[in-house]
């Protein structure tokens, strides 16, 4: 038996979501069963995404995982053992003992400060699927990894449902459109000079479901209510209501970290400042052109339409000034409309704050999920 028979590559992007996902129900914290339904934007798997190789051998004695060059210690790592036994249980009897060679790798610069379990996950758990000729849904797989990582399987605009079943087996992500349905809708990521967070959106999120009087609500209406108009927006390419959503839900994740005990805070004074100047400018514009929103982290997301993005981040330039060598951009030619754009004077003193910079400016359009890639591009050369 040849074990190259027995192996797959896979890239696997980040997703970004604008209803969060923020609380597990009870019973729910080892298999990652969230207290409601989130939705999301995949990006591109370019400029940045997780690649993972995964080969099944008989000659070596345990599972093995490379991270970026370094041997991680699978044994002590619950999620990753949680996401190995799962695929064993569900794959093919002579599969069973084989072991799992594993190497993954982001490309993200250590500058960018995003979270990359999200895509990671989702690239280990589509390769081991594939590897194990296993009968497991990608995303309710990468879910047990890290909950919202199972939005990372598809491409488009995603729903992660919550499911009511005990087993999680109806605990997944589907595709709402795919990604050619609104393909104007940008996503640009402002890399933020912060500190590094000292509350993990694992930790934080039970906390806050433990102590923020605003939870229940959201868990009984909130989120619900705001799923179907969401919904509706994107149906109707509603630009001005999907960023009004957008920027609601995030200001709502804020809050319940505010008024979480001990109070957690994730946004820094140049976030705030974001949130205001984006605020400004939508004022001035007299409609919601950009939305932001914010996860466990200092750096603000942002939602623009592609005829607007030039304008955009002439204005972000004007506040924020950033050196173009610290842009990461999918799109070539919209990076050279950035380039030659400038802000006009109305544009310029949205808000009165340092001219601080980003560490770093990404722009991805929407992407379409998980890509199995071919052998000569495996990370593994036996
Ligand atoms: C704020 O998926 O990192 O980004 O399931 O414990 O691994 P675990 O948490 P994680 O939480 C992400 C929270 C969020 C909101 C979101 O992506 O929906």
């Known amino acids: 038996m040849s074990s190259q028979q027995y192996s797959a590559h896979v890239e696997a992007p980040i997703n970004i979501a604008f209803i969060k996902y923020w609380g597990k129900r009870e019973g729910g914290e080892k298999l990652i069963l969230p207290t409601n339904d989130s939705f999301s934007i995949t990006l591109s798997t370019k400029p940045f995404r997780s690649k993972t190789s995964v080969v099944l051998r008989s000659d070596i004695a345990e599972d093995e995982l490379w991270l970026n060059g370094k041997k991680s210690d699978i044994a002590n790592t619950a999620r ?94 589907t595709q709402f459109v795919d990604e050619h349905y609104w393909p104007e809708v940008q996503v640009m990521c402002a890399v933020l000079k912060g500190e590094v967070k000292d509350v993990s959106s694992t930790s934080g999120m039970q906390q806050s479901l ?72 939508n004022a001035k514009k007299g409609k919601n052109v950009v939305g932001y929103t914010f996860d466990a982290g200092a750096n603000c997301f942002m939602f623009t339409l592609k005829k607007d993005l030039p304008e955009v981040v002439a204005m972000l330039m004007a506040h924020f000034p950033t050196d173009f060598s610290k842009f990461f951009f999918n799109d070539q030619a919209l990076l050279a409309e950035c380039e030659k754009a400038k802000a006009p004077e109305e544009h310029c003193n949205l808000i009165d704050y340092p001219k601080n910079t980003f560490e770093m400016l990404l722009q991805s359009p929407v992407g379409p999920g998980v890509v199995y890639v071919d052998e000569s591009e495996s990370l593994i050369k036996l």
């Open 80 to 173: 990753i053992l949680s996401v190995l036994a799962y695929v064993r249980a569900n794959c093919p009897e002579e599969l069973k003992n084989l072991k799992a060679y594993i190497v993954s790798e982001n490309n993200f610069p250590t500058a960018a400060g995003m979270a990359s379990s999200a895509s990671g996950y989702c690239a280990l758990s589509a390769a081991l699927v594939k590897a194990f000729q296993a009968n497991v849904d990608v995303s309710m797989l990468a879910r047990l990894g890290s909950g919202s990582a199972c939005r990372s399987a598809y491409g488009g605009f995603v729903i992660w449902h919550k499911g009511e079943k005990a087993d999680g087996t109806d605990c997944i992500a």
């Open 210 to 281: 433990k102590t923020s009087p605003l939870m229940q609500e959201r868990i009984a209406t909130t989120v619900d209510k705001r799923m179907a108009e969401v919904s509706e927006a994107i149906k109707q390419k509603d630009f001005h209501k999907f960023a009004e959503i957008t920027m609601t839900d995030s200001d709502d994740l804020q809050e319940i970290c505010r008024t979480t005990t001990p109070k957690i805070q994730y946004a820094t004074e140049d976030s705030y400042a974001m949130i205001r100047l984006i605020r400004a400018f």
